[in-house]
């Protein structure tokens, strides 16, 4: 039986990148996490120990660093892009880069009312996130979100489930339903080079906001399905997205011990075991193609 070398890939994983804008007075951060993964003509080192072909990891560090001093980083899936095409472009030997971005948002703190120049708190553990792949298949960019905590009061019921012996969990028809979402979009190759990057994830995440507000939910699953069609309906250069949905339970508690009902205003969060509802929408019509990259 014949023992070969398989699918391969290495890079530089979570490199740390805070820039500074110092142009004026009102300075701007960027704070971003950045992952590099290249393939190609790498069987040498993994045979023989040969690593003339290798870029080190260390220097695609320092190409992110590099890179982000040249000029602005500006859109963050420009930015992938950018660093994605340059392995591919000098390094003969490397024929794929997939290059992943999460940036971390801060807020200016305000002092007597008024944002001030250079300080900044952190705002939430919200991520925007972006994932670029250069390869002999062509360039593809997805886009997303991770970690929006978003809850509503009511709005949202769950009964009508299927019953075994092993079944405890009441019926409801008023329910807290709570999430953090993670999201990830994949757009058509041909608006690539013209893609307003910004506008487009701003319409997206508002359309996951509005869609989870708004839809009267008997399941999460539902939820997740409106909040999909939601973007596909008001981005037309995205192709599908992805959505994972941990059910952030909270459970009413039992004060009759006490003395004391409770109307639906006094729970308990419980922070696992959860629920975990993922799943894809997709435009008609669309070649979802080789997903191994983007994902």
């Known amino acids: 039986m014949a023992i070969t070398l398989g699918a391969n890939q290495y890079g530089k994983a979570e490199v740390r990148l805070v820039t500074v804008s110092r142009t004026g007075p009102v300075h701007a951060i960027r704070d971003l996490t950045i992952s590099t993964s290249l393939r190609g003509d790498l069987a040498d080192t993994h045979l023989t120990g040969d690593n003339a072909k290798v870029v080190p990891t260390d220097?695609?560090?320092?190409t992110v660093y590099a890179l982000a001093r040249q000029e602005p980083v500006g859109q963050v899936e420009e930015f992938a892009l950018r660093l994605a095409r340059h392995f591919v472009d000098n390094h003969e030997h490397i024929t794929g880069a997939r290059v992943s971005v999460a940036e971390?948002?801060?807020?200016?703190?305000?002092?007597?009312g008024t944002p001030h120049d250079h300080a900044f708190s952190r705002?939430?553990?919200?991520?925007r996130t972006a994932v670029a792949t250069v390869d002999d298949r062509g360039t593809r960019v997805v886009s997303g979100l991770s970690d929006l905590v978003v809850l509503?009061?009511?709005g949202s019921e769950f009964h009508g489930f299927a019953k075994d012996r092993y079944t405890t969990l009441p019926e409801t028809t008023d329910r807290i339903l709570a999430t953090a979402v993670t999201a990830t979009w994949r757009h058509g190759s041909p608006t690539l080079s013209t893609k307003d990057w910004d506008a487009s994830?701003?319409?997206?995440?508002?359309?996951?906001?509005?869609?989870f507000a708004d839809t009267h939910s008997l399941s999460l699953q539902q939820t997740l399905f409106a909040m999909g069609r939601a973007v596909l309906e008001a981005e037309q250069g995205i192709t599908e997205i992805r959505l994972v949905l941990p059910n952030k339970h909270h459970f009413a508690v039992d004060l009759s011990p006490f003395g004391l009902d409770n109307?639906?205003?006094?729970?308990h969060a419980a922070d696992?075991?959860?629920?975990?509802i993922e799943g894809t929408v997709v435009r008609d019509g669309t070649d979802d193609g080789d997903p191994?990259?983007?994902?």
């Open 104 to 112: 971390h948002g801060w807020d200016r703190i305000t002092v007597n």
């Open 59 to 62: 220097t695609q560090k320092n």
């Open 272 to 276: 696992r075991p959860y629920g975990l």
């Open 201 to 211: 994830f701003t319409s997206a995440r508002t359309a996951i906001l509005a869609a």
């Open 123 to 127: 705002s939430s553990d919200e991520r």
């Open 263 to 267: 109307d639906n205003e006094v729970f």
């Open 292 to 295: 191994r990259d983007e994902w």
């Open 152 to 154: 509503k009061s009511t």
